[in-house]
Nanobody
Framework: QVQLVESGGGFVQPGGSLRLSCVAS????????MGWYRQAPGKQRELVAT???????NYAESVKGRFTISRNNAENTVTLQMNSLKPEDTAVYYC????????????????WGKGTLVTVSS
C-alpha cells in the first residue's frame, strides 16, 4: 500500500519561508511525476508545482520565482521550498505522486497525501 506523508507546514509571517517535504512509501513500479497542490478555504484545489521523472518542472504562475520544487528519485521524496510567502498562499498543501503499479499502462494511479496546513499571516 502506497502512502504519502507530508511534513513542514505551519504558521509564518508574510515574507517568511517554509519547506514542505513528502515521502512516498510502499511499492510503486515506476513514478511518472511528483508534486504539490493546494486548496484554500472556499476554493478549488489547484496545482502548485510538479516535477517529472526526467526533471521537467511546472509551476503555477502565482508561485514562480518564489517556490522551488525538488525531488530525490532514490528516496521517493519531493520537497517544496517556499520563500517570500504571502497571505494568499494560505492553504492546505497536498503531496501527489503519479505512477504505475506494474508494467501495464492501465495501472496508472494517482496517490495523494492527507495534506499539511500552511498559514501566512501577520
Amino acid at each position: 500500500q502506497v502512502q504519502l506523508v507530508e511534513s513542514g507546514g505551519g504558521f509564518v509571517q508574510p515574507g517568511g519561508s517554509l519547506r514542505l517535504s513528502c515521502v512516498a512509501s510502499g511499492t510503486i513500479f515506476r513514478i511518472i511525476a511528483m508534486g504539490w497542490y493546494r486548496q484554500a478555504p472556499g476554493k478549488q484545489r489547484e496545482l502548485v508545482a510538479t516535477i517529472n521523472a526526467g526533471g521537467g518542472i511546472n509551476y503555477a504562475e502565482s508561485v514562480k520565482g518564489r517556490f522551488t520544487i525538488s525531488r530525490n528519485n532514490a528516496e521517493n521524496t519531493v520537497t517544496l521550498q517556499m520563500n517570500s510567502l504571502k497571505p494568499e498562499d494560505t492553504a492546505v498543501y497536498y503531496c501527489t505522486t503519479v505512477g504505475y503499479r506494474s508494467q501495464l499502462p492501465s495501472t496508472r494511479t494517482d496517490y495523494w497525501g492527507k495534506g499539511t496546513l500552511v498559514t501566512v499571516s501577520s
